[in-house]
């Protein structure tokens, strides 16, 4: 399996407190994606990176910042957490722009109390 | 229309059948197809990727229908294993933007014995 990491796995939280999860690669790959998925919704990208200190956003990226200060680490910071950011949080990697697919890590499954 | 629509289903398959679901897309530009598929409460995995001339992959067959806009997935002598969610998945378009591939909702699939 693709070398991909995030932490923690699991994280209960308060409202209003900032929190940051972690994705480590060890591929080189080039793209780094976060995505959060709830029940109806599917698969939602927050932000995503084309290389270090190049970041964009997704459809769902309010309360949502990232950085890449190195190829194999894509931090998403929640500036403020709130119930609705709830959700389980998957990084995933790619060498291209989605040609070959990208590779999931196992997630971080956040709760906001 | 949506960019990708599945039939969320679910699927309720006796062990032993075949079951085929289909997708459809709305970018007619696309040129990566691939299907993932999602076990509960853990991240997707690439099943296979969908190539134009048809393809596959032991009990599992993709097609591609470019002029209709739709993927389609065939089990065959299914397992209880099978028993997921199957996401189809697409680039958004033909190499333009690192935000790659628009990823359905899921097709949920029960294997029953």
């Known amino acids: 399996d693709a070398g991909i990491t995030q932490s923690p796995r699991h994280k209960v939280t308060e409202t209003g407190t900032p929190v940051t999860l972690r994705c480590h690669q060890t591929?080189?790959?080039?793209?780094m994606y976060w995505y959060r998925q709830d029940p109806g919704h599917g698969l939602r990208l927050i932000h995503y990176s084309y290389g270090v200190k190049d970041t964009d956003k997704g459809e769902v990226s309010d309360g949502y910042s990232v950085s890449r200060s190195k190829t194999e680490d894509f931090l998403l910071t929640l500036e403020s957490a709130t119930s609705s950011q709830t959700s389980v949080y998957f990084c995933a990697i790619s060498p291209g722009q989605g040609w070959t697919g990208y590779t999931f890590g196992s997630g971080t499954r956040l709760t906001v109390v | 229309r949506k960019e990708v629509e599945q039939d969320p289903g679910p699927f309720n398959v006796p062990e032993g059948a075949t079951v085929a679901f289909n997708c459809t897309y709305s970018?007619?530009?696309?040129?990566?197809f691939f299907w993932y598929r999602q076990d509960c409460r853990k991240e997707p995995k690439l099943l296979m990727s969908v190539y134009s001339s048809g393809n596959e992959d032991g009990r599992f067959t993709a097609q591609l229908n470019r002029a209709s806009q739709y993927i389609s997935l065939l089990i065959r002598d299914s397992k209880l294993s099978d028993s997921a969610t199957y996401l189809c998945?697409?680039?958004?378009?033909?190499?333009?933007?690192?935000?790659?591939?628009?990823f359905g909702k899921g097709t949920h699939l029960i294997i029953q014995p």
């Open positions: 591929e080189n790959h080039r793209y």
């Open positions: 998945v697409v680039n958004k378009e033909s190499g333009g933007g690192a935000d790659g591939l628009t």
């Open positions: 970018n007619s530009a696309s040129q990566s």
